[in-house]
């Protein structure tokens, strides 16, 4: 998803840098990405309260990144939860979410969705790309993404990615 993100802004002559904080994800944890772009980037890291979108494939993950928001931050989030022992409730989250975020939130059924549609949840991820695009939630366009994909991606995927993507179109 970062570097479709990175690819798209691209794309659009936009100076960009990423970040990304592996940690245990070989172990099933989570992996933290940083994007920025614009006119001239300096740093690859978001400062604490300065996220403009915080992008969730997973509850839990988006809920366990509130100190990047801010009163404008949106949340797009997977409605997914992975449970493990100790883990809160999907619906604990989401409150919890709800009452700590103060921008937009968008809680949507990406994993079921593209399973449902597609046969394959693991495109999740770049069907709430699309969401977030067509919804203009992130400022690029719909088709520096699908470029993106088309220049990133292996071929024998390229046609999955992009139905994820158009999927989110309605």
Do not use: W
């Not at 919890?96 to 949840?121: R, T, V």
């Not at 088709?143 to 993507?165: D, G, H, R, T, V």
Request: hydrophobic share 45%.
């Amino acid at each position: 998803m970062a570097q479709i993100i990175a690819g798209a802004a691209f794309v659009e002559k936009k100076d960009v840098r990423t970040s990304e904080l592996h940690g245990l994800s070989q172990r099933g944890g989570s992996v933290e990405t940083h994007i920025i772009f614009g006119e001239k980037v300096y740093s690859p890291l978001v400062d604490q309260g300065r996220a403009d979108l915080i992008l969730g494939l997973e509850a839990a993950e988006a809920l366990r990144k509130i100190y990047y928001a801010n009163s404008q931050t949106i949340f797009l989030v997977n409605k997914y939860l992975i449970a493990y022992q100790g883990s809160l409730a999907e619906d604990k989250i989401i409150k919890d979410l709800g009452l700590l975020a103060k921008g937009k939130k968008y809680f949507i059924e990406a994993s079921d969705i593209c399973k449902k549609e597609l046969g394959l949840e693991v495109l999740s991820g770049v069907y709430l790309l699309g969401f977030a695009a067509f919804k203009n939630l992130i400022p690029l366009k719909p088709e520096s993404f699908l470029k993106a994909i088309e220049n990133l991606m292996p071929q024998k995927y390229q046609e999955s990615n992009k139905k994820a993507f158009e999927l989110a179109k309605n």
